[in-house]
């Protein structure tokens, strides 16, 4: 299904009835990485997953993907579909508009749930590695596709998952360039969030993988502590739901 943001479509789908859960994927993913999770969700909820602006199959809206102009545009369309507050969860950037979307509208989420995420804002060194990888972009955007999606896996299972990786990067390499660019840009821009994290007063719960490459496990669990959110360490990497899929179910159906 599609609404339009400003002329640009958005893509997303909804399954099921009941209490919502809209669900956020990560940087060069679209929606579909949520399918291994649909059959338990929606059993008892509306599950909601959009695509983000520049991915999936949804239009590039701006130079810059902020956080919180990704988070308004999901606002618009739970306004849309007439839904007043929602359960979040956010796979590593679409952790990051959950963040923002709870700073924007806090009285519109019931809990919030961070998979493989955090509330930092980008480190120096983070933030000048994202300029080059502009720069290696307009050079040879799909060598760029295949070196980012496979340093997500840890390097212990990327043997393992060589089919799943094959299949995330055939789909990133259809994403439009400049809506690559603009999510890059707003995640080496976004600020830190860590206060909003610590003043969200309602259920909030953080996935960590002891192997993520992108996300240092021990500095990860450290600030979701401070932050007094619930935490639960798994094996795998940055991709838990390919890597470490029964884990992340079996926390979700604990969480309720």
């Known amino acids: 299904m599609t609404y339009h943001h400003k002329n640009n479509p958005i893509n997303y789908e909804t399954f099921g009835n009941g209490p919502a859960i809209v669900l956020l994927h990560g940087f060069l993913e679209s929606s579909t990485m949520w399918k291994p999770l649909l059959p338990l969700l929606s059993k008892n909820n509306t599950v ?134 603009a999510a890059i840009k707003g995640m080496r821009d976004r600020k830190d969030r860590t206060e909003v994290l610590k003043n969200f007063n309602k259920g909030k719960y953080i996935i960590l993988a002891e192997e993520d490459p992108i996300l240092p496990i021990l500095e990860a669990k450290k600030l979701a502590e401070q932050c007094g959110c619930s935490v639960k360490i798994i094996e795998g990497g940055h991709m838990s739901l390919t890597e470490n899929c029964d884990s992340v179910t079996k926390y979700l159906l604990f969480i309720g």
Do not use: C, W
């Not at 999606?149 to 840890?154: D, M, R, V």
């Open 48 to 181: 909601i997953k959009i695509d983000f602006p520049g991915h999936g199959k949804s239009g590039v809206i701006a130079e810059i993907h902020s956080m919180e102009l990704m988070a308004e545009v999901v606002d618009e369309l739970l306004q849309h579909l007439r839904i007043s507050s929602a359960t979040f969860i956010g796979h590593s950037m679409g952790g990051y508009v959950v963040l923002a979307y709870a700073e924007i509208f806090p009285n519109k989420i019931e809990k919030l749930i961070l998979l493989n995420s955090t509330s930092a804002a980008d480190s120096e060194e983070r933030k000048e590695n994202r300029d080059r990888a502009l720069k290696v972009i307009d050079q040879n955007p799909n060598a760029y596709i295949s070196m980012a999606i496979g340093n997500l896996f840890a390097e212990s299972s990327r043997e393992k998952f060589a089919a799943e990786i094959e299949i995330l990067k055939e789909e990133a390499y259809l994403f439009p360039v400049e809506g690559i660019k």
